[in-house]
């Protein structure tokens, strides 16, 4: 068994002690090929809370903020886990290059296209970032979202949305506008995805 499956199966064990973790739309998740999981932000545990619902997948990897890994034996746990550190005061091309290299080699990515968490559990504006990976390397998206109350022993819900594929229009030129409207979509249908669960 590899070390960092290990690791999600204990992960998964002791989040599930504290939390009623339960996932739905689990079926809309491909199970082959790169993906990039778009999901709304919430909290400092959501990579967590998301990874543990499919530890079969234990290769998730993901972007966090580079403050985090200022602390030594914290970054050493999140590049464990499969972090990756990104800078989120400029544009940082060295996440970006790590980024489209896990989706060319057929990894699965999550992001949180709003860029960083809102505590009160409202939906923001993507970045146009997400739209220009979609886009660019037209990988398969994969809406995800993550209920916002996360007291101890009470149920987190992740909801799985269906998988787009975007693909530049005919004659369109690619840039800035066009990125922030593929990361539109994606951000609807994540808000699309909390409308039904009424919370």
């Given at each position: 068994m590899r070390p960092r499956f290990k690791t999600y199966?204990?992960?998964?064990?002791?989040?599930?002690?504290?939390?009623?973790?339960?996932?739905e739309g689990y079926e809309n998740v491909p199970r082959d090929g790169a993906l990039m999981m778009c999901a709304n932000h919430n909290s400092n545990l959501d990579p967590i809370f998301i990874a543990v619902t499919m530890a079969e997948f234990a290769d998730l990897r993901f972007?966090?903020?580079?403050?985090?890994?200022?602390?030594?034996p914290l970054a050493a746990l999140?590049?464990?886990?499969?972090?990756?550190?990104?800078?989120?005061?400029s544009a940082d091309i060295k996440s970006a290059k790590t980024t489209m290299t896990?989706?060319?080699?057929?990894?699965r990515l999550l992001v949180f296209p709003e860029g960083t968490r809102y505590l009160d559990g409202e939906i923001r504006a993507a970045k146009p970032g997400v739209g220009l990976f979609a886009l660019r390397l037209g990988v398969t998206v994969l809406p995800v979202y993550i209920t916002n109350k996360k007291r101890l022993f009470g149920k987190v819900?992740?909801?799985?949305g269906k998988p787009m594929v975007f693909n530049p229009p005919a004659?369109?030129?690619?840039g800035a506008e066009l990125y922030q409207q593929c990361a539109d979509e994606?951000?609807?249908a994540i808000?699309?995805?909390?409308?039904?669960?009424?919370?």
């Amino acid at each position: 068994m590899r070390p960092r499956f290990k690791t999600y199966i204990t992960a998964r064990f002791l989040m599930r002690l504290l939390w009623r973790i339960k996932r739905e739309g689990y079926e809309n998740v491909p199970r082959d090929g790169a993906l990039m999981m778009c999901a709304n932000h919430n909290s400092n545990l959501d990579p967590i809370f998301i990874a543990v619902t499919m530890a079969e997948f234990a290769d998730l990897r993901f972007m966090a903020k580079k403050e985090l890994f200022a602390f030594k034996p914290l970054a050493a746990l999140l590049n464990w886990i499969g972090a990756f550190p990104v800078d989120r005061q400029s544009a940082d091309i060295k996440s970006a290059k790590t980024t489209m290299t896990i989706l060319k080699e057929g990894g699965r990515l999550l992001v949180f296209p709003e860029g960083t968490r809102y505590l009160d559990g409202e939906i923001r504006a993507a970045k146009p970032g997400v739209g220009l990976f979609a886009l660019r390397l037209g990988v398969t998206v994969l809406p995800v979202y993550i209920t916002n109350k996360k007291r101890l022993f009470g149920k987190v819900r992740v909801i799985f949305g269906k998988p787009m594929v975007f693909n530049p229009p005919a004659g369109a030129k690619a840039g800035a506008e066009l990125y922030q409207q593929c990361a539109d979509e994606i951000m609807d249908a994540i808000r699309a995805l909390k409308n039904k669960t009424g919370l």
